[in-house]
């Protein structure tokens, strides 16, 4: 599992460590660890007589990447430093000038002709984007041939929630210390990251990370595995409420999810029966009241539902069952904060962006620049476990407190008309097979994003049934 940690925790860490270090110890750790990954990221045989500049700020950051540049150096590299801020760090360019590099007079010509450039304008504890002195050289770094490296985090990307608010160099690899920053995982900070390169400086963290990044194993251990007495209603039953006349296909996909999920039986109630029928015959179909199709173990209600007043009325149906319900896509609107605290059960939200403004009662915008926030603030707000979909998907736990998850899987091809009716089928078949709520749409997303990259090989278009086709490969890849 992947972890990361909030500033504050890192500073409190660095800080007790350096308290049993000699001074300079923690930041050289870093800089070896920095001018090995750039060694790397060269290439065998390229680090002598590679051009490498260093933009250099005023903290310690730019200190780990003027003793970074040093080391190259000393390596037969030719680094230059490009100064940025009010001061130098004195150690870091001292020991830079010792080993051969040199100061610019110029940033933008050794900027064009680099091979390698050092991002260490700010740190961790910047904030509000890149200085207005500082965008012309970023953009003259971003706008060369140059593998651009990003020392801890790229500048002008908040370190705590992966907003950027203003302007950020964009990164090709970021290599960072110690633990992984929450806006390294989160967009729209996670596409400046680029590839992510953790290096171990002896950073003891206590306590719980504030974002978790699950990985196959983890996972594995999350799934549901039949016993030799279990039957399909020891397995879980899922019941679904999906679908209408003009959206019959929701209640196809939202099904086809769920009998990839782990449950031994998929309950249906709507008016799509018929169509759910005919592509899946295994199915339970019901004509409804919910409560009258039987005994599940947990409900999935809102794919497809449309905007009339059944919909409402099917959610507060749902709503009132004793168990776990995830609730998604249209059913989303009929929710108030009162309707879901309500509920003695766990109640699952899992919103796009769109629906997750029209929770809150703000703009998208506001939702996609600021992800983490949004999840926590719908996650309290709501008293329910929410996933909020997007290019990284979240998943929060009631009250908006613990550490969230993001998903680590998917590919943008999954960006199409249904796949969400997918995963939330796929959510509540684990949700019924016994898994707990953050674990049930942790595991789902994970699956999911994976089978759309099987499905699409990465480089083609793929359809909702496509995903859903792939469940089985997908699951099978992360228990073998």
């Given at each position: 599992m992947r972890t990361a940690h909030r500033v504050e925790t890192v500073r409190a860490a660095e800080a007790e460590l350096m308290a049993r270090l000699p001074e300079g110890a923690l930041m050289q750790r870093a800089?070896?660890?920095?001018?090995?990954?750039?060694?790397?990221?060269?290439?065998?045989?390229?680090?002598?007589?590679?051009?490498?500049?260093?933009?250099?700020?005023?903290?310690?950051?730019g200190g780990d990447a003027l003793h970074a540049g040093a080391r190259l150096a000393r390596r037969g590299a030719g680094v230059t430093a490009v100064l940025l801020g009010s001061r130098a760090h004195e150690a870091g360019l001292a020991a830079l000038r010792a080993a051969g590099g040199r100061i610019a007079d110029d940033p933008y010509d050794v900027l064009a002709a680099a091979d390698l450039?050092?991002?260490?304008?700010?740190?961790?504890?910047?904030?509000?984007?890149?200085?207005?002195?500082a965008v012309p050289v970023a953009r003259a770094a971003r706008g060369s041939d140059a593998v651009v490296v990003a020392v801890d985090l790229p500048s002008g990307v908040d370190a705590d929630t992966g907003e950027v608010a203003g302007e950020a160099l964009r990164a090709d690899a970021?290599?960072?210390?110690?633990?992984?920053?929450?806006?390294?995982?989160?967009?729209?900070?996670?596409?400046?990251?680029?590839?992510?390169?953790?290096?171990?400086?002896?950073?003891?963290?206590?306590?719980?990370?504030?974002?978790?990044?699950?990985?196959?194993?983890?996972?594995?251990?999350?799934?549901?595995?039949?016993?030799?007495?279990?039957?399909?209603?020891?397995?879980?039953?899922?019941?679904?409420?999906?679908?209408?006349a003009?959206?019959?296909?929701?209640?196809?996909?939202?099904?086809?999810?769920?009998?990839?999920?782990?449950?031994?039986?998929?309950?249906?109630?709507?008016?799509?029966?018929?169509?759910?029928?005919?592509?899946?015959?295994?199915?339970?179909?019901?004509?409804?009241?919910p409560d009258k199709a039987g005994r599940v173990q947990a409900w999935v209600v809102g794919p497809g539902l449309g905007e009339g007043p059944g919909s409402?009325?099917?959610?507060?149906?749902?709503l009132a069952s004793e168990v776990p319900v995830l609730v998604d896509a249209d059913g989303l609107r009929a929710l108030t904060p009162e309707k879901v605290r309500a509920r003695a059960a766990p109640t699952l939200l899992t919103p796009h962006a769109g629906e997750a403004a029209a929770l809150l009662g703000t703009a998208r915008e506001d939702v996609e620049a600021g992800r983490l926030a949004a999840v926590r603030e719908l996650a309290e707000?709501?008293?329910?476990?929410?996933?909020?979909?997007?290019?990284?998907?979240?998943?929060?736990?009631?009250?908006?407190?613990?550490?969230?998850?993001?998903?680590p899987t998917g590919t943008p091809w999954l960006a199409t008309a249904g796949s969400g009716d997918v995963l939330s089928g796929l959510a509540g078949s684990l949700l019924a097979a016994g898994l707990l709520p953050a674990d049930a749409l942790s595991a789902a997303a994970y699956l999911h994003g994976l089978a759309a990259r099987r499905a699409s090989g990465g480089t083609s278009p793929i359809t909702a049934t496509d995903v859903a086709t792939a469940l089985p490969e997908a699951w099978h890849d992360v228990v073998s």
């Open positions: 800089a070896a660890g920095l001018a090995a990954a750039c060694c790397s990221l060269l290439g065998r045989g390229r680090v002598y007589g590679a051009r490498v500049v260093v933009l250099a700020g005023s903290g310690d950051n450039v050092l991002d260490g304008i700010t740190g961790i504890g910047g904030r509000g984007g890149l200085r207005p002195e970021t290599i960072t210390f110690g633990t992984y920053k929450p806006g390294l995982l989160v967009d729209p900070g996670r596409e400046y990251a680029g590839a992510l390169r953790l290096v171990d400086i002896g950073l003891g963290l206590p306590g719980a990370p504030d974002l978790e990044a699950l990985q196959h194993e983890d996972v594995a251990r999350l799934l549901p595995e039949p016993a030799a007495e279990s039957d399909k209603y020891r397995r879980g039953v899922v019941g679904l409420v999906a679908g209408s003009r959206y019959p296909g929701a209640a196809v996909l939202a099904v086809a999810g769920a009998l990839r999920g782990g449950a031994g039986a998929v309950r249906y109630v709507g008016p799509a029966a018929d169509a759910v029928v005919a592509a899946h015959p295994e199915t339970l179909v019901h004509s409804g009241p409402g009325l099917a959610v507060d149906q749902v707000r709501y008293g329910a476990t929410v996933l909020l979909k997007g290019s990284t998907t979240l998943v929060c736990g009631p009250g908006g407190t613990g550490p969230v998850r993001v998903n």
